[in-house]
């Protein structure tokens, strides 16, 4: 059973202090939460970890993830503005964002953020809005069902985010045709879970096709992104994932 972070003397204290709705977060468990993913995943030495701001758009739980040394992922201009009044810079946004409008991308490259392109005709969008960067992320969807352990966002075939198989390699040529020096490779498949096999598949998946556009493109990716987000074991009797164990899987799945 797990041990609730507030008594209930001290909730009556605090009811009395505070008007009611909100919010109660535990910061020393974000704290704690970051520095165990960080750890667990420091045998790559250029691991960072973006927290998607649309998770919790509050500035003071950012600014701690910030002092813990980590990015945003951002998917709108909303977002992308409350990263810029945070003091996330250059290295520490990544801009995911879908059925983009007018004047994202530009705000994106001000901010020197990450660009992560979900669909292969926004590739014109951006040249002739702001320009090709020297690094841009793709964002791939494998189709079918990715089916883990909850139901939440796992039918990537139903989904309108991500390019597919082909279309990733028509936009590897296309981009390194435009000047492209960096790549990024990105999937978001199932959101909030708590199994260890999710970001093991995961990686494998995107690892594989990594492989296969190196070698039908000779084009090679530096970065992968591994999306969805560790799900919160909301229930007492709900099992939390073993954060250590799912990236020793990971590394695994990247040295074979």
Not at 1 to 26: A, C, N, S
Not at 41 to 46: L, T, V
Not at 147 to 164: E, L
């Amino acid at each position: 059973m797990k041990k609730p972070i507030l008594t209930g003397e001290l909730l009556k204290k605090t009811v009395e202090q505070f008007p009611t709705p909100f919010h109660i977060y535990d910061e020393a468990a974000i704290r704690e939460n970051a520095k165990r993913l960080q750890k667990a995943f420091s045998w790559n030495k250029g691991y960072k970890e973006f927290f998607a701001v649309k998770a919790t758009p509050n500035p003071y739980i950012l600014k701690i993830l910030k002092d813990e040394g980590c990015g945003v992922d951002c998917a709108s201009k909303t977002e992308l503005m409350l990263a810029q009044k945070v003091g996330f810079g250059e290295g520490e946004i990544m801009f995911s964002s879908n059925d983009t409008p007018a004047g994202e991308f530009t705000y994106c490259k001000e901010l020197k953020g990450y660009i992560n392109l979900d669909d292969i005709t926004m590739i014109e969008f951006l040249e002739n809005e702001c320009g090709i960067p020297e690094t841009v992320f793709l964002r791939y969807n494998p189709g079918g069902v990715y089916k883990v352990s909850n139901g939440i966002m796992d039918n990537p075939g139903d989904a309108k985010y991500g390019m597919t198989h082909d279309q990733i390699l028509e936009a590897v040529v296309t981009l390194k045709n435009k000047g492209v020096k960096h790549f990024g490779l990105h999937a978001f498949l199932v959101s909030n879970t708590t199994s260890n096999d999710y970001y093991p598949k995961l990686a494998g998946t995107l690892f594989e096709l990594i492989v296969e556009i190196k070698e039908k493109t000779g084009v090679g990716f530096e970065y992968v992104n591994l999306s969805g987000g560790v799900g919160i074991p909301y229930k007492p009797e709900d099992k939390e994932c073993d954060i250590f164990f799912f990236c020793f899987c990971v590394r695994k799945k990247f040295e074979e």
